[in-house]
């Protein structure tokens, strides 16, 4: 399916969608897969004034985005389909729609908290959260093609990864290894944006570690005189303008850092990464 702008969404919705809930939650999971988050928000000066251009982005390919233009764009497609709706912000200044079905019950639609899931194939976490039970979320699922008898929310097959870490008897770091070695397994990374795979990872694994207290992830920005040398993202407007580490403690209080090596698109040990820049 083509989308070059909000316009094509609405045009090749399919025709036998006739709910509010089905309507909603195909543009979620159709804008959620084409929108990435723009990590170089994070860094911008307050006296910059990017939020007005953010506040009035259109939608590209990709879609570049903050929580408020996406809120915006979901918005706007949710008005276009005829569904009442309207953006929030949080105290923390996070913005997100609430929306109203046909029997005037409200549901929020956290769509930039959500992109993680929605690009990996696992059930979101911020749809109708609290307003739709998962069975009748699933049946919307099933028909829109998110999810078939022959394939399920991709989180549902991570407790088979699990098992076979017991039967191997893995702890520690050696644990932590397997699973991010197994994680391209479950994960297609090609439909993902930097953050949104970063988020992915970290649920990923603490979903499957045995003792994931232990486990820290953070992300900074990468030294400027280094950035020019890293491989260019495949999303995102600055190419690796962050790195991101996941952190093990071990009951000794030994620490193992891992860093996401984008030429290998994997996790590797901090020194193992200082090794191949060299």
């Known amino acids: 399916m083509q989308i070059r702008n909000l316009e094509d969404f609405i045009t090749q919705m399919p025709k036998d969608l006739e709910s509010t809930m089905e309507k909603a939650r195909w543009l979620y999971i159709e804008l959620g ?31 570049i985005i903050t929580c408020k233009s996406l809120s915006k764009q979901y918005s706007n497609l949710l008005t276009m389909a005829g569904i009442k709706n309207e953006i929030v912000e949080n105290r923390q200044r996070h913005a997100y ?44 699922d099933l028909k829109l093609g998110y999810i078939s008898p022959k394939r399920d929310y991709t989180d549902s097959y991570w407790h088979i990864l699990k098992e076979t870490i017991r039967q191997k008897h893995l702890t520690g770091k050696e644990e932590l290894k397997y699973i991010l070695a197994s994680f391209n397994i479950y994960i297609d990374i090609e439909k993902m944006g930097d953050t949104e795979l970063f988020g992915i990872y970290k649920k990923f694994v603490l979903a499957c570690k045995s003792d994931s207290g232990r486990v820290n992830f953070s992300s900074a920005m990468t030294k400027a005189e280094n ?8 999303y995102g407007t600055k190419s690796g303008l962050e790195n991101y580490y996941i952190t093990y403690i071990d009951e000794n209080y030994n620490e193992t850092e891992y860093i996401y090596d984008r030429g290998q698109k994997s996790f590797v040990e901090n020194c193992r990464l200082e090794e191949i820049e060299k």
């Open 227 to 234: 950035r020019c040398n890293l491989p260019k993202s495949k």
């Open 97 to 140: 729609i609430i929306f109203w079905d046909e029997q005037g019950d409200w549901h929020t639609a956290d769509i930039t908290d959500d992109l993680k899931n929605i690009q990996s194939g696992c059930r979101t976490t911020h749809f109708a959260k609290g307003s739709m039970y998962g069975a009748d979320l699933r049946s919307i």
């Open 33 to 63: 897969k084409r929108s990435f988050y723009d990590v170089s928000y994070k860094y911008l000066n307050e006296d910059e004034e990017q939020e007005l251009v953010y506040d009035h982005k259109p939608y590209e390919n990709p879609n």
